[in-house]
């Protein structure tokens, strides 16, 4: 800063650049400024380091050389800005500012603003550059000892301008101080003289000066001044107005009225509605404030001026729309002279007159702009009105057609037998009705698929109808459940999917089959069961019963065969018969035998039963010592029949006159051969049984001796033989008194007559599992021929 001592050190150095540690060289230190160049004093530390002290007076930047025997140190000159001192009141200036009214610290006219410049100074005569400085200006008219107001206006590089205003002529003192002190020069004799007249000076009032509305006249009062700000007492004055809009399109002109007493009445009329300058001019020179920004409003809305655009952010709503779709359009409101009205509470009422009446919404900006939204559900033609107190606009009405929306997949409506169930092999078939999220009827062909899965891939045929409708139809072969899913962009339409049960068609004889062991190998007095399973014409199961079948079975004996209905498809059937033999099993259903029939089927005897089994031979009547002796055992099941197979457990016991060894032969066929050997004459007594048992005539009374007496053996034979067929007859007779006895009970129960060739409902045989193999797929013989000899 100016008058500030300044210092700094110098380090000297040798020329490797190590640092000295003794004095004595002869630097030199020049500050050179931009006014005078100042000598440094220099300080030996004794040290090799060296104090420069110096102060600058002036502000400016200065170049500090710093030389050894006259040459510049390393990084010499230095560069030092050295800013003003504080201002100083004593030191500071002002000056007036010349303008056309006059020098703000000499004279000027009654009413106009002079000015005039303050430049801070400090002690050393710089000008100071900062801001800030508190400058106190007092300016007082002299003859009335009246205050006049300035304005200090810091300028923020040291200078201040001051604007004042003295409004009576005469003399003014002007004192200007920093803070209580006075600048140089203060106080000021200031002279202010009478001004002539000035536009400047005349000012307006009125209604008019707020604006009116289009059409009708408003009015302006104008008082005139001079350029002192006496007011004019007398008229004539070139006074004229113009009324000119804003944008520069409209100019209207303007009647003036002169009272005759410095006053003025400007009256203007505008149609057209906007802003406007309101010039008004004293010769040619605008007065105060002229122009007058003023505003010429509309008037009332009419409705035929009124106008609808289209435009809107969700489409054109004028031209038409889409069913659940919000659009809309824009309404300007205009007055009779086409202006544009600019402030809402219009009256407009909207709807759309159709199918039904829809209302439109109106959002009133408060502009004059209105903004109409409606929303149409359902589809069609409608007239879409717009009025204003009951009338129609401009435009209105427009004709608008509502379209249907998309696809909407929950509201499609789906119905036909096709989804709910069906018959394998008959064509199933349903029907589609596309609609939008509104019901409304899709006169589109949309991309609708059918997806069905099930046991077996299926063929979907479709054919659109038009209106949004379709019929689809599709057969499945095989029996089950299918998933039916009726789709359009991926999702199901209605309530699909559907599942749909593919049921067995009608029966089919050749495609039914039976099953069970019953078919092939059976035994005797055992019942034999098997399964009948009805199919349908496409080997499908069927799961209902009701199918007539006769089922004949032929052979060694006479048997019934009894079928009870499982009401699933299935039907369990049972014969028994007590002859061992081939028998032959027919199933047929309306006359046509089902897919195997006739059936071969094995029946073999039941289990050997002691007291229908025989025993035969000259062993069991009289035998001959020392010589070997036989008997045939004879095995029969409980029905009569012979057994045709061995292993059966026969026991043989002799006993009397001695006790022999016995030899059994099983010959696998039945039979048993029995041989033992006598050695004693005498009487033998023969035992034979099997589990405990023996069978009929036991013991048999033998007689041993040297030579056998055939004819006792003979009497003995036929003696057993009468015995034999009495037994027989005995068995018979207590059969048919059984047989007899049941035939009574069942005419007493109300029973019909079973026939062996055809019974349609047997007993209850119980279930059973389908056997995997069914009949010995023998060629049947021709019937009539003769099966045993």
């Not at 000159?77 to 050295?82: D, M, S």
Request: hydrophobic share 35%; proline share 3%.
């Amino acid at each position: 800063q100016a008058g500030e001592a300044c210092s700094f050190t110098i380090f000297a150095k040798d020329r490797y650049g190590n640092q000295r540690d003794e004095g004595g060289d002869e630097f030199t230190v020049r500050c050179r400024g931009p006014y005078d160049v100042v000598q440094a004093v220099i300080t030996d530390n004794k040290d090799g380091t060296y104090l420069a002290e110096f102060t600058c007076l002036r502000d400016g930047d200065y170049f500090i050389d710093v030389k050894l025997d006259n040459m510049d140190i390393m990084q010499s000159p230095f560069v030092l800005t050295v800013d003003p001192a504080k201002t100083k009141a004593e030191e500071c200036v002002a000056e007036g500012i010349d303008s056309e009214f006059g020098n703000g610290l000499k004279e000027s006219q009654a009413g106009r603003e002079v000015m005039f410049r303050i430049q801070a100074m400090d002690q050393f005569g710089n000008r100071v550059v900062k801001p800030g400085d508190d400058f106190q200006v007092k300016i007082t008219e002299v003859a009335e000892g009246i205050r006049v107001k300035a304005k200090v206006l810091d300028n923020g590089d040291g200078t201040y301008d001051v604007t004042w205003c003295g409004m009576l002529r005469g003399e003014y003192d002007i004192h200007v101080a920093l803070k209580e002190d006075a600048i140089k020069g203060s106080p000021w004799k200031v002279t202010v003289k009478t001004g002539k007249a000035s536009a400047q000076k005349s000012t307006a009032e009125g209604v008019g000066l707020g604006g009116s509305e289009a059409g009708k006249a408003n009015s302006i009062l104008i008082e005139t001044n001079d350029h002192y700000g006496n007011v004019v007492t007398n008229g004539g004055a070139n006074l004229t107005g113009q009324l000119v809009s804003v944008d520069g399109k409209e100019s209207v002109g303007t009647e003036v009225a002169d009272h005759e007493d410095g006053t003025y009445t400007l009256t203007y009329r505008a149609l057209v509605s906007s802003e406007y300058f309101l010039a008004v001019r004293i010769d040619g020179e605008h007065i105060h404030e002229s122009p007058f920004l003023l505003f010429i409003d509309h008037t009332d809305t009419e409705a035929q001026k009124c106008i609808a655009d289209g435009r809107h952010s969700k489409g054109d709503g004028l031209k038409g729309c889409r069913a659940g779709e919000e659009t809309g359009f824009q309404l300007f409101a205009y007055d009779t002279y086409n202006n544009r009205c600019t402030v809402g509470g219009d009256h407009f009422y909207s709807e759309l007159r159709g199918v039904k009446n829809i209302p439109v919404d109106i959002l009133d900006h408060q502009d004059g702009h209105y903004t109409c939204t409606y929303t149409p559900i359902w589809a069609g033609n409608y007239a879409l009105h717009v009025l204003l107190n009951g009338e129609d606009i401009q435009g209105s009405p427009w004709a608008i057609f509502a379209d249907v929306a998309e696809i909407d997949p929950p509201s499609c409506y789906i119905h036909g037998a096709g989804i709910y169930s069906s018959i394998a092999g008959i064509e199933a078939e349903f029907h589609v009705q596309a609609k939008d999220r509104f019901e409304n009827l899709r006169p589109y062909e949309d991309s609708i698929e059918v997806l069905v899965s099930g046991p077996e891939k299926v063929v979907i045929h479709r054919r659109y109808l038009g209106d949004g409708q379709y019929d689809f139809f599709w057969t499945g072969n095989v029996t089950g459940m299918y998933d039916v899913d009726i789709v359009c962009n991926g999702q199901s339409l209605g309530t699909a999917p559907y599942a749909v049960s593919v049921t067995s068609g009608p029966v089919f004889p050749i495609n039914c089959i039976a099953t069970g062991e019953g078919l092939s190998l059976g035994k005797a007095g055992v019942p034999n069961i098997f399964v009948i399973q009805s199919r349908d014409k496409f080997g499908n199961n069927r799961t209902v019963g009701g199918d007539k079948y006769n089922i004949n079975v032929s052979g060694p004996a006479a048997c019934e065969a009894k079928m009870r209905d499982l009401e699933n498809g299935r039907y369990s059937c049972s014969f028994m018969t007590r002859t061992m033999g081939t028998y032959w099993v027919s199933i047929t259903l309306d006359g046509e035998e089902i897919s195997g029939s006739p059936y071969f089927c094995e029946i073999e005897p039941a289990e050997v039963d002691v007291s229908s089994s025989t025993a035969s031979g000259m062993g069991l009547l009289a035998v001959g010592t020392f010589r070997e002796s036989s008997f045939t055992i004879h095995s029969f099941d409980k029905y009569g029949n012979h057994l045709n197979r061995g292993g059966d457990n026969w026991h043989v016991t002799i006993s009397g006159s001695e006790f022999p060894e016995i030899a059994i032969v099983d010959n696998q066929d039945g039979t048993y051969t029995v041989t033992y050997q006598t050695t004693v004459r005498g009487t033998l007594m023969v035992w034979i049984g099997i589990r405990g048992r023996e069978i009929p005539d036991c013991p048999f009374e033998v007689l041993s001796d040297i030579k056998v007496r055939r004819k006792v053996a003979q009497e003995r034979a036929a003696e057993r033989q009468a015995k034999m067929e009495a037994a027989q007859a005995k068995k018979a007779a207590y059969e048919a008194q059984k047989a007899d006895r049941k035939e009574k009970e069942r005419l007493a129960a109300g029973e019909e007559e079973p026939t062996k060739k055809n019974n349609k409902k047997g007993g209850d045989d119980g279930d059973l599992d389908d056997p995997s193999a069914h009949g010995a797929g023998r060629k049947p013989p021709k019937r009539g021929a003769k099966l045993f000899e």
